[in-house]
């Protein structure tokens, strides 16, 4: 008996190992029942009992696979590059949380970021110049570098705290996503960071919250935000309810939302919530071909958009718009183009003859600069010349070069086109002098504006508090170990 409760005592040291290490213990535990066999007695089966159930534990323990607990990766085996990306997968789904935000399935429905399928192949296009493997290191490093279009800057820099990759893992990583559609590059390369330099820690931790998740979750209630987003274990307002002082929208599920932003995104989602829209969710008005489209942009990339619209009686319909087929809208001021949406300006330069076009590459109070057939060239706003627009009864809308009369003459003359063209005034239903006109795609949040004028700023810190407790914590997304452990 002694013999076994040394054993037994021995096992129990032995416990914090047992997770994993199973065959200590399954020698401790053997041994206790040979040794219960030999001396039996009540105490002896209550300590083999006791045993039993340790064992169990660690046996379950050690069933668990090796992904779901720390991956820990210190070396890679680069003459096996395939090997790498499967480890580069395991941190892709377990400490480097990428899948939480990111899909590797075209069929998923879109949602806050892109869908990583032959990220491969297609992170050669996205800069120009730029090839795949160096777009990767980027997009890893500094995410809010190259905005992939239509997202915002939720990404987190996923070599710092929380998350805090190795270099190591961050090279795995990137042989994962190659291996999506592209090639695998074994070449190891310099991090373009100096982890000394940066306090690696500092920018994560939130900041101190002095509300109260209770009162905040009645703010989160009181304040109709229950209209439009769905939260686990807040109930949407009774039906009749219903506010009518905004229009009830399909909205993101806010269930997890804290557990991969911060407190000032979650804050400027209410206070400014056009200033970073969630994919898919936008608003947008655009024409193309003298339609025009009212609704939520799907999706968008550089050639084209995808915008839903509702019938009146209801019925959703998406459409496939190509940015070449959009409009020119005449533009009056040319203050603040792009902030206005604006992608293409045309103008005519006080010393041309010809207007000329182009895609709006930056823009300063003074200058627009425009890339004209494959060259960026700047811009004067101000010595431009007048152009109109003119409005006919049948609905037509011409732009040209304003060359003389008004409404009260009996014509007026534009040049379109290149050439001069004559318009009878009693044909005209109203004319607009502009300045130019451009091609415009403006993105805003269908979220009411006025919440910083509703919510005290008490009412703002308990809604906070409250937003911060939604982690979602026992949806299987979040891997069990955040949070715990902090990485070396
Ligand atoms: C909190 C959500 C979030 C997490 C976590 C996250 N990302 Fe992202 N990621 C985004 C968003 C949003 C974008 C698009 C905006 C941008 O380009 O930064 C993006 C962009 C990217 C891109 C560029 C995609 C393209 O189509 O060009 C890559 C590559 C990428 N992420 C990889 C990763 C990897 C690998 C991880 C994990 C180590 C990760 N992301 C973690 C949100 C996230
Ligand atoms: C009229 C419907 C509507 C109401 C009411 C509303 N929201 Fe939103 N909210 C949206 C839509 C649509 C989006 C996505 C577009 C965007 O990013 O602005 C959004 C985005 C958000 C986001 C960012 C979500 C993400 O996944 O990144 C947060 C946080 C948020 N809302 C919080 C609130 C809070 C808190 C309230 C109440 C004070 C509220 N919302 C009221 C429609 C609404």
Known sequence: MVV??????????AFPIASENLLPWSVWFLISVVINIVLWSNVMKLLT????????????????PESSTAVNLTELDWSDPEAVAEQGALVFNGKGQCSACHTVDTSAPPGRCPDLTDIGLNAASRIPGMDARTYLIESLYFPANHLVPGY????????KAPIALSHVEIQAVIAYLESQGGEIDPTPFDEPIDRKDVSVTAEALPPLLTGDPELGKKVFVSAACNACHVVTGVEGPAAGEATTDFEV????????????????????????????????????????????????????????IVVRTKTADGVEEEHTILL??????????????????????????ADADAPVSGAIV??????????????DKAFSKTDVKSMMTVVTFDGDEIV?????????????????????????????????????SGKKL??????????????????????????????????????AETGEAPAE
């Open 400 to 436: 040209g070069e304003y060359v003389s009369g008004t409404m009260d003459d009996d014509e007026i003359v534009l040049i379109v086109d290149g050439s001069e063209e004559i318009f009878d005034t009693f044909d005209l239903e109203e004319v607009t002098f502009t300045r130019a």
């Open 152 to 159: 915002g800057k939720i990404m987190p820099e996923v070599w």
């Open 324 to 349: 070449s087929e959009l409009d020119e809208e005449p533009i009056e001021e040319l203050a603040d183009l792009q902030a206005k949406g604006y992608f293409t300006l045309t103008l005519t330069p």
């Open 49 to 64: 009992f006791s045993l039993a159930v340790i064992w169990f534990y660690a046996f379950v323990a050690s069933l668990v």
């Open 249 to 304: 929208v399909t909205a993101p599920d806010l269930s997890e939302i804290a557990a991969f932003n911060d407190m000032r995104y979650l804050e400027e989602s209410i206070l400014l919530p056009s200033a970073q829209i969630v994919s898919g969710y936008g608003a947008v008005t655009v024409r193309a071909n003298g339609i025009t489209y009212q609704g939520t942009l799907v999706s968008q990339d550089e050639e084209k």
């Open 362 to 375: 930056s823009e300063t109070a003074e200058t627009v600069t425009l890339n004209v057939n494959g060259e």
């Open 4 to 13: 076994s409760f040394v054993a037994y005592i021995a096992g129990v040291s």
């Open 442 to 479: 403006l993105v805003t949040s269908p979220m009411p504006e006025n919440f910083p004028l509703l919510l005290s700023v008490l009412d703002m810190s308990n809604l906070l508090s409250f937003l911060s407790t939604l982690t979602g914590a026992t949806a299987e997304a979040v891997p």
